[in-house]
């Protein structure tokens, strides 16, 4: 069997290596139109920014040491420029002598990747304006900015790229402007969360500009859509990615909802013999069972080994992703996973939405403060989502609900949890438990939770509610909840027949866990509806101040 791949970055590989290690006579060639293979192009942000010293430390193998290893011919600078199904030929062009040559295949995977989405800009072909793409553009970005000596960098759009190479800029020491045509950073995110990182931006001193767009740049300035102009002698794209499937164009090789290459469960595309992989192939959610298109590396390193084990007689099959990501912004770990509160809601999903405020490890050892914002669809009691803001202990946590999410388990399996204890590493009810046993106690509609969101809808639709904040004077004075009566829990027992018990009553405290006991206390004197703010005062604060 004569296997042929195109492309060798981590599905590419990942194929060849599989296929190799299931069947030791295959002829497996692989075409990549690059300079480099099997290259992190997660990385790049942190050799831009010095946290990286050696940009080949990024590409650790290469086309020789793929052949000693698998017995695999890899062929760099040779571009793929047309495929026919009928006669199972590729035409191949190489691009360092311009010839080109046709090659047969009994199988052929296209793992072509993504490539960047550039926005239609004035001026956006300079030679200051970059992508960030492969190791070629992060060469030429590290030599540009120090043979310019770049001092104000202009860094357009605000996911994982973006906010990456925002944080490592500032590190190398120039003045970064982050531009999102978005009301949020993070689109990925709820609002309410992606909030948090905005601000965490701008305590480091970043210019962020948010709902606009870019509508010129020059040598030396970036001029937005609302007249904004932006000194800036080095722009970053940042403006998302799409699934590089030009190649396909003309033939009759199906593309899915997202537009990358439709494939089922073993990576197979609709004509026989020919499997997709990695950016340009649609992946499928675990939750809804809908395509979905993520790309991350370590999707691709997983489709890639499903198509290298199926088409050598292997039994792997594709399950699903949830869209996990992680990203660290200065001095937060931001992940998340699964469906967010928005998406859950177009989903029709009927959902319970906690936002639990913990620390990551026993607060006497400095344990700092987590923000678990979780979604559980109240029907089945199933976990849907999960998305987590910290300073320290988030990936951990995310990776727990990530497996929870991917064994369909639901809200009371996490109390359930058996995780590892010691005060250096967690506390002794893990905010993962207590995610768990929080969110079934709402649903089974025991301690009722109330979201920020929610409650300022009711304030302004003019609802009657009972708000008691149950902290000390002081901390009310502070800050509180509009129209809330301080009533501190030590006196709450004696003087709660001042209180209407038949009225809708909202109890809070700083972030929830007193607001509960508050809550408690009302349900056993017989308070007929009694909801405890989820995340309490601190929550709302956040986001009150995340819609202006």
């Known amino acids: 069997m004569k296997i042929v791949i195109i492309g060798s970055v981590a599905a590419g590989t990942s194929v060849a290596a599989k296929a190799r290690r299931n069947d030791e006579t295959a002829e497996i060639t692989v075409y990549n139109a690059d300079h480099d293979i099997s290259y992190s192009i997660c990385g790049i942000p942190y050799f831009l920014g010095g946290e990286i010293d050696d940009l080949a430390t990024l590409t650790p193998r290469d086309a020789d040491w793929f052949k000693k290893r698998y017995n695999v011919d890899i062929h760099t600078r040779h571009e793929v420029t047309a495929i026919d199904s009928n006669a199972k030929t590729v035409t191949v062009k190489n691009l360092t002598t311009h010839e080109t040559k046709v090659d047969h295949y009994d199988t052929l995977v296209l793992a072509t990747g993504a490539s960047p989405k550039v926005p239609q800009i004035d001026g956006v072909d300079q030679s200051h304006v970059f992508p960030v793409r492969n190791i070629q553009s992060a060469a030429a970005i590290d030599q540009y900015i120090t043979l310019n000596k770049s001092e104000k960098a202009t860094i357009i759009g605000a996911g994982f790229i973006g906010l990456e190479m925002a944080e490592q800029l500032t590190a190398r020491g120039l003045e970064v402007t982050l531009i999102e045509g978005e009301n949020q950073v993070m689109p990925h995110l709820d609002r309410d969360m992606a909030f948090r990182i905005a601000e965490e931006l701008q305590k480091n001193k970043l210019t962020l500009l948010l709902g606009e767009s870019v509508t010129q740049i020059t040598k030396k300035t970036v001029t937005t859509s609302s007249g904004n102009t932006i000194d800036s002698d080095l722009v970053i794209l940042a403006t998302g990615v799409k699934p590089n499937t030009k190649l396909i164009e003309g033939t009759a090789i199906a593309r899915g909802e997202s537009g ?289």
């Open 260 to 548: 990358a290459i439709k494939v089922n469960q073993q990576m197979q595309t609709n004509l026989p013999n020919i499997y997709a992989a990695g950016d340009a192939a649609e992946s499928f959610s675990v939750i809804t069972e809908k395509p979905l298109y993520r790309p991350l590396g370590s999707t691709a390193n997983k489709m890639g080994r499903i198509a290298g084990d199926a088409m050598t007689g292997g039994t792997l099959a594709h399950r699903g992703i949830l869209g996990t990501g992680i990203l660290r912004v200065f001095g937060l770990t931001v992940g998340y996973t699964g469906l967010t509160e928005q998406e859950a809601r177009a989903e029709g999903f009927d959902i319970e939405v906690l936002h639990n405020i913990k620390p990551a490890k026993a607060e006497y050892l400095g344990g700092a403060e987590m923000v678990i914002k979780a979604i559980a669809d109240r029907r089945t009691k199933r976990l849907l989502g999960v998305q987590i803001v910290g300073e320290d202990g988030v990936d951990k946590r995310i990776d727990v609900f990530v497996t929870a999410l991917s064994f369909k388990a639901k809200v009371d399996d996490l109390f359930h949890l058996d995780l590892a204890y010691a005060p250096p590493f967690s506390t002794t009810k893990d905010p993962v438990m207590y995610t768990g046993m929080a969110l079934k106690n709402a649903i089974d509609l025991k301690n009722k939770l109330i979201t920020p969101e929610e409650l300022v809808t009711r304030i302004s639709n003019g609802e009657e509610l009972q708000i008691i904040d149950t902290r000390a004077t002081k901390q009310y004075e502070a800050s509180r909840v509009d129209g809330a009566i301080n009533l501190p829990l030590a006196k709450l027992r004696s003087e709660a027949s001042q209180l209407n018990p038949a009225l809708t009553t909202v109890t809070y405290c700083n972030k929830g866990v007193t607001g509960n006991a508050a809550q408690n206390i009302l349900i056993n004197q017989g308070f007929k509806d009694v909801y405890n703010l989820s995340g309490g005062n601190k929550n709302y604060q956040s986001f009150k101040n995340s819609q202006n």
